[in-house]
């Protein structure tokens, strides 16, 4: 059963005249094409359906732009905030990492790729020679980062405590390195 453009009323599927008007129909509608039965028998127009859609969409869309660009708070925020925020500036992904313990506290909230960038940020300290990326346009970017082709970045070529704080990002990582590799470090 379709329903006349004109007058609206009730005409076989099968007629191309309106036998209430005598209006050639264009496009026809059946009611069925008109309404989405959903589970439980509820009937919703089509257009409605279509409008709840697009506004989800648009709801998904402007939280995520809102959490990616506003919303910056993704460390913890009871520790100062040590990501780079500006490729060119003199900061560090993680300040003193060669001076200070690294502990997992610290590093909750860090991303993996932030993570692989703090622990090669020791290596570089030292002016370890990068030929793969993202490390090597990163840290050539750093006004600290000074190559040293001598520097191999070997285990005896690292003080104790940075063999520590590479085996703690390390674990935050989720992959570990020999068991002894920092068994030289003694907390003060």
Known sequence: MRIC?????????????CLYCGVKQKTFKTKSEEYITYFGGIKVKKATTTFIGFLAVVLVCGLSFYFLFFN????????????????KERSYIIKDSDKTP????????FTKDQLAMARNEILARHGYVYTVEPFKSYFNSKSW????????????????????????????????????????????
């Not at 453009?5 to 005249?17: A, E, F, G, R, V």
């Not at 910056?72 to 490729?87: E, F, G, M």
């Not at 690294?102 to 909230?109: D, E, I, M, N, R």
């Open 72 to 87: 910056n708070k993704t460390l913890d925020s009871k520790r100062p905030v040590t990501t780079v925020v500006n490729a």
């Open 5 to 17: 453009s004109n007058c609206h009323k009730p005409i076989d599927d099968t007629h191309l005249y």
């Open 102 to 109: 690294v502990t997992q506290a610290k590093l909750k909230g």
């Open 145 to 188: 980062y000074k190559p040293n082709p001598k520097f191999k970045g070997q285990k005896a070529d690292l003080s104790p405590l940075e063999r520590h704080n590479i085996k703690e990002i390390m674990a935050a990582e989720g992959t570990k390195p020999a068991a002894n590799y920092d068994s030289d470090y003694h907390a003060k």
